[in-house]
């Protein structure tokens, strides 16, 4: 028998996986045929995702024959000396079981302690990334596992950050992808890509860092506009007059106001008067200047 590679393996993982979700289950049948005719070893199971790949294969393929071929690979890999123990399960279907719900998405690693629930939910996180990463569907295979990984590890910082809280995870990955989608923030997958932009530091940025630059100034803009109509001195109400004369500037453009020193609208009121030209104010008690 042929013996492949670690990362020949997981390439074809990742087309499994792909071919999986497009429905096309021919080129699937002759993957799973090189697979049949392939030695693999632990360390090639335990470092890749084939076992889980072939799992959900197994669960919701449409088509006996390949679910057949699946089921069958996973037994011999179960009973060759080379995997060790690594599918101890008596039978294929408990084994089946114990993959989909104890393999870590972020790691590819076996993880008992993980209920299937949360599992399911960060292979979902993880698809979606995947796709916001990838705006080219017809990627090619080796682009597709980097792609995959980077998506992986993302995932795992953002589940690390707020592994307690899920309504916080949840809330985390709807915004790395509405950002990633927005086609006015580029940098980010760009930066993702080239590793400027470290997956950890992705992971930890709020919603504002990750916004583009237009929306940055956008946002500027509008925050001193704000703050420029909140510090514009308000006018003097009252009524105009011109029957009035500004002691500063001998202006007689002014403008009166009356305001009640209490409650009562009996008490006396206070009589206010300002310049409309220089600003100077005085109320009538004996014109006493403020």
């Not at 399911?120 to 080219?136: F, H, I, Q, S």
């Not at 990984?149 to 910082?157: F, G, S, V, W």
């Not at 992705?202 to 500027?220: C, I, V």
């Not at 009524?239 to 007689?252: G, N, P, Q, S």
Request: glycine share 6%; net charge neutral; proline share 3%.
């Amino acid at each position: 028998m042929e013996y492949m590679d670690l990362q020949e393996i997981t390439r074809y993982a990742t087309r499994i996986e792909k071919l999986h979700k497009d429905g096309n289950y021919e080129d699937i049948s002759s993957l799973l045929t090189d697979l049949c005719n392939t030695t693999v070893v632990l360390s090639q199971l335990q470092n890749t995702a084939i076992v889980q790949t072939l799992c959900q294969l197994v669960k919701s393929c449409p088509v006996a024959a390949v679910r057949k071929t699946a089921k069958d690979l996973l037994s011999k890999w179960k009973q060759h000396p080379h995997t060790g123990n690594i599918l101890e399960p008596d039978n294929v279907n408990q084994e089946l079981t114990s993959q989909a719900s104890g393999f870590s998405v972020a790691s590819g690693h076996y993880n008992g302690e993980e209920d299937s629930g949360s599992t399911n939910l960060r292979a979902k996180c993880v698809e979606l990334l995947l796709r916001a990463l990838t705006p080219d569907q017809e990627a090619d295979v080796e682009a597709t596992t980097q792609l995959s990984t980077l998506a992986h590890t993302i995932e795992k910082h953002i589940h690390a950050l707020h592994s307690q809280n899920q309504l916080k995870y949840k809330s985390c990955v709807r915004s790395k992808l509405a950002n990633l989608k927005n086609p006015k923030s580029p940098h980010l997958r760009q930066g993702l890509l080239t590793g400027a932009l470290p997956p950890e530091v992705f992971a930890r940025m709020s919603s504002k860092e990750m916004a583009g630059e237009e929306l940055q100034q956008l946002r500027e803009g509008y925050t001193a506009a704000g703050i420029s109509e909140h510090q514009l001195p308000c006018g003097p109400g009252g009524m105009r007059t011109t029957k009035v004369r500004c002691r500063r500037c001998e202006a007689m453009d002014c403008t009166v106001t009356q305001v009640c020193r209490g409650t009562n609208t009996d008490e006396e009121v206070v009589t206010f008067v300002t310049c409309a030209g220089c600003g100077e104010q005085w109320y009538h008690s004996r014109w006493v200047c403020l």
